[in-house]
């Protein structure tokens, strides 16, 4: 599947966020529905086919991420008919509301999963937590979370300070640790960092035999969009959906990174923090000779002036 990103639609982007809300259920109107949750989440569910993909999103990522300003789930339903999903936040709540403990509660009990002969549960970061914990809902489900956390309980987490003002939220009540909702799962992915300290400490909760971590150092803090740019985030989740998002898949995809130059210059700038310059070196001599990046061409022929 091509990974033709957010062109379904019309562009949403100068929209006030309640004109966005009343134009997406606009579009709706005919096969699908929003419902609000509470006062801070949204549920968008779009229906094409037996195949589901359930999205973990919020407002503000939607307008960051999409030149339309469009939820990310609406290019695959396009492109491949799937039936969408999307739960929506203002903000980084982590979905943790009652309101939308209780929509899930009705889906089970309306048996909504079992209409559908696969669905796959996709977050990224807080939302991927949401991917994972929320994934309980429908067993046998799969799921593909992005740099994810398990928890923000501080007795589980104290050593994870990027999110200190949302300990007040409750991560000890239904839905909650990310990890033990995925026991029903047929099978969930974690793509992380493993040099970024807090994400790979989070994948370790994460351990479980239905668990396969992916990991690709050197991607950063913020993955998604870096699969985004790479033009390989759709392809993740297609393979993700069908069950066959092995490693050697993963490994096969990733090798894009070659060409991606936010990660040749963040490898770069690693072997210099450890002194590596003869690995330097070689990495400016393999991109100047593919490609045109002037900062490794540029370092290339400094090095070459100071052996003159």
């Not at 339903?77 to 982590?94: F, K, N, P, Q």
């Not at 963040?266 to 002037?294: E, H, I």
Request: charged share 25%.
């Amino acid at each position: 599947m091509p990974d033709a990103t957010f062109r379904v639609g019309p562009s949403l982007r100068d929209f006030k966020k309640s004109d966005w809300i009343a134009e997406v259920s606009a579009l709706l109107d005919y096969d699908g529905y929003l419902a609000h949750l509470g006062d801070r989440h949204l549920a968008a569910y779009t229906e094409q086919s037996k195949t589901l993909i359930v999205t973990f999103e919020t407002l503000q990522g939607i307008q960051a991420l999409s030149p339309t300003a469009l939820p990310l789930g609406w290019a695959l339903v396009e492109a491949r008919r799937w039936s969408h999903l999307g739960i929506i936040s203002d903000g980084d709540t982590w979905f943790r509301d009652a309101a939308v403990y209780g929509y899930f509660d009705r889906l089970v009990d309306d048996g909504f999963f079992d209409g559908f002969d696969r669905v796959l549960f996709y977050g990224a970061g807080p939302c991927g937590y949401a991917a994972a914990a929320f994934s309980v809902a429908a067993p046998g489900a799969r799921v593909l979370a992005i740099q994810p956390q398990a928890t923000l309980a501080p007795d589980l987490t104290e050593w994870d300070k990027r999110f200190v003002e949302k300990r007040r939220l409750n991560f000890t009540d239904r839905y909650a640790f990310a990890p033990d909702m995925l026991e029903a799962a047929a099978e969930a992915h974690i793509l992380y960092d493993p040099t970024q300290l807090e994400d790979a400490m989070h994948a370790a909760l994460f351990t479980r035999s239905n668990v396969t971590k992916l990991r690709v150092p050197h991607m950063g803090a913020t993955l998604q969009t870096d699969l985004l740019q790479m033009a390989l985030l759709f392809s993740l989740i297609e393979a993700a959906q069908e069950g066959r998002l092995t490693r050697q898949v993963f490994a096969s995809l990733m090798r894009a990174r070659r060409n991606h130059l936010p990660y040749l210059r963040r490898l770069l700038s690693r072997l210099d923090a450890k002194d590596r310059r003869g690995l330097a070196q070689l990495l400016c001599q393999n991109v100047t000779a593919r490609m045109s990046a002037p900062r490794f061409a540029r370092r290339l022929q400094r090095k070459t002036a100071e052996r003159a």
